[in-house]
């Protein structure tokens, strides 16, 4: 075994120089501060549900490809979660979806009956109109059956609630109608108090990409992106609560890129010892 693996490498060295290999895809994630959230409570739901309310998120999250190819993109994964646990998740969108991968396929069914101009054994043309000795080609009969046959469905969207409730994830994968990078929208219905104002989500976006191999065989998936938010959301029209909710996002925000800043610190500190 030893003397194959050292033959195979000697014929890598000699052989001519590999293509390059494509460079990895690289994800950069965005989304706002704060959040404004609309009442939406309808009046069966007060009735049913007194001392609490319906308010609705439409949270965006943007995603830049910084390096590689949209191509090697194979799915994000977004959380969205409730620290405190303080808020209940009623309803959201995009619910899990299924998309038609393959064209349809079809099959048809039709009765054909041709007439055919022959030379019979006297050399005279003559319309043959019934098989017989003298015709190798008479009526002739062709069918097919035609059917819409369901094409295989592919997943592109996943998605459902965690921690009995107060958690939700989003499972978006890559197919070419359906490309990852840009914006996209997440909607979320949370159940409050009625005299809720303010409060924060944790977000957290993951890119799962492909590392190209020099054969397909030796492609693998990788976390090419990760990204941790902290979204405040606020009461629309609360210009109070609105101005409290972003200061504590940014401060958030300011405490996570200290805490990255020193880490990296400290580690290149390890390495040059």
């Known amino acids: 075994m030893d003397r194959v693996i050292k033959f195979l490498l ?3 060295a000699t052989s001519a120089p590999l ?3 494509a460079e990895p895809p690289r994800v950069h994630f965005d989304t706002p501060y704060a959040v404004a959230c609309r009442d939406v409570t309808p009046e069966n739901y007060a009735a049913l549900h007194p001392g609490k309310k319906l308010v609705e998120v439409r949270l965006e999250i943007s995603s830049l490809l910084v390096a590689g190819s949209e191509k090697d993109l194979r799915q994000y994964l977004i959380r969205v979660q409730s620290p405190e646990r303080s808020l209940a998740i009623a309803d959201y969108l995009p619910k ?3 998309e038609a991968i393959a064209s349809s396929l079809s099959m048809e069914q039709s009765t054909e009956r041709n007439a055919s101009i022959g030379i019979n054994v006297s050399g005279k043309y003559e319309l043959f109109t019934l098989p017989g000795p003298s015709a190798s080609v008479g009526e002739r009969k062709t069918s097919s059956v035609k059917c819409e046959l369901l094409p295989p469905l592919e997943t592109v969207a996943a998605s459902g609630t965690l921690e009995r409730g ?3 994830f ?3 994968k890559s197919t070419p109608r359906n490309l ?3 914006t996209r929208e997440y909607g979320l219905v949370l159940s409050v108090p009625a005299v809720w104002r303010a409060d924060y989500l944790h977000v957290r976006c993951q890119a799962e990409g492909i590392k190209r191999g020099v054969v397909s065989t030796f492609d693998e998936p990788f976390q090419c992106g990760q990204r941790d938010f902290v979204v405040s ?3 629309v029209g609360d210009e109070p609560a609105r101005a409290i909710a972003e200061n504590f996002a940014r401060r958030e925000a300011a405490k996570a890129a200290d ?3 020193s880490k990296n610190h400290n580690a290149i500190g390890w390495a040059s010892r």
């Open 19 to 21: 293509t390059t290999l």
């Open 96 to 98: 899990t979806a299924h």
């Open 10 to 12: 000697s014929l890598i």
């Open 180 to 182: 990852l990078e840009g």
């Open 166 to 168: 107060t958690a939700l």
């Open 259 to 261: 805490l990255a800043r």
């Open 233 to 235: 959301l606020y009461q």
């Open 170 to 172: 989003f499972k978006i």
